[in-house]
């Protein structure tokens, strides 16, 4: 199915998300655990990863087209947000409630806490929908964005399938993904993996547990040996973001440090979704690695700075 609100009849980017979600975005003055606290301020946007790297895409003026499942009682509410973002979505029937998940603002002490909201499984047949709407797409694409956790009920080998399906095809690909649906579509060469440091350590070293904001540079020889491999083996360079602490990528000699942009943070649910727009963005502009990562962060600044998640417009 197609939402008809967007007007982009060639996209220039595919995002591939499986997992959509209602991201409720609450403010407080201040946060009293276990009382009693309202909201005079609060926010319902479209979100999961795929919606806030095609919604940052076409505020930068890149059209884009997010592949996903939709189900449940709120479908047209969900295709009345995306709508409103420019975003234009080709989306299969799951039969299952779209999820939601919580941001939690505390203005007293400059934090925000995400409360996830784990996703229903989709029903048998869904997934030989995705890849009839996906092979249909996959033609009028430059790029292909893969994003996100799947959602229960997909085979663990569709990611692979649909990355190989895109090399064929010669597009750019780039893999926001982790674990299994990471390390099996690597034989397929895809153009760059961008987890977060997390995800990567995850799938590559899981003998260390990283959370996603720490720095963890003891781990950066460790990484450099892996980035070096996969780019030997397969062609693929490495760009992990590191929350408030400079990226790292393999640019095929060494790996780098991203410098990053001090900005007065106040959301940051997104800014790697950002961060993966921006870089895809430049990339399709003929940007080099280091040029594309530096518009990468940028857009991650960009969207901290703003109060609502995956996006670059600080207000809308």
Excluded at 174 to 179: E, F, H, I, P, S
Aim: glycine residues 10%; contains cysteine.
């Amino acid at each position: 199915m197609m939402n008809k609100q967007s007007k982009a009849p060639r996209p220039g980017v595919l995002v591939v998300c499986l997992n959509p979600t209602f991201q409720q975005t609450m403010v407080f003055p201040h946060l009293w655990e276990g009382e009693v606290n309202r909201s005079a301020e609060h926010y319902l946007d479209a979100s999961g990863k795929g919606m806030n790297v095609a919604r940052v895409l076409a505020q930068s003026g890149r059209s884009a087209t997010l592949l996903t499942h939709l189900g449940g009682a709120r479908v047209s509410e969900m295709l009345r947000l995306t709508g409103e973002s420019g975003v234009e979505v080709a989306w299969a029937d799951s039969d299952s409630e779209i999820r939601t998940c919580t941001t939690v603002i505390n203005k007293e002490h400059g934090t925000v806490t995400e409360l996830v909201q784990e996703p229903y499984p989709v029903h048998p047949g869904t997934e030989s929908a995705i890849l009839s709407l996906y092979g249909q797409l996959l033609p009028r694409c430059q790029a292909v964005v893969f994003t996100g956790t799947r959602a229960p009920g997909y085979s663990q080998n569709l990611y692979p399938r649909m990355v190989e399906q895109a090399k064929r095809l010669g597009k750019i690909v780039v893999l926001d993904v982790k674990g299994r649906d990471l390390g099996e579509s690597l034989q397929y060469g895809p153009d760059i993996i961008k987890p977060n440091l997390s995800e990567f350590s995850a799938t590559f070293l899981p003998e260390r547990e990283v959370r996603e904001q720490e720095g963890n540079e003891d781990l950066r020889p460790l990484v450099e040996v892996v980035a070096a491999r996969l780019y030997e083996q397969h062609g693929t360079r490495t760009v992990l973001t590191r929350g408030a602490y400079p990226a790292w990528y393999y640019d095929g000699l060494e790996l780098r440090n991203a410098p990053t942009e001090q900005v007065n943070a106040i959301n940051t649910i997104g800014c790697g979704d950002a961060f993966t727009a921006g870089l895809v963005d430049a990339l399709l502009e003929g940007d080099d690695l280091q040029q594309s990562i530096k518009k990468a962060v940028h857009y991650g600044a960009l969207n901290a700075c703003g109060i609502r998640p995956g996006s670059i417009e600080m207000l809308r």
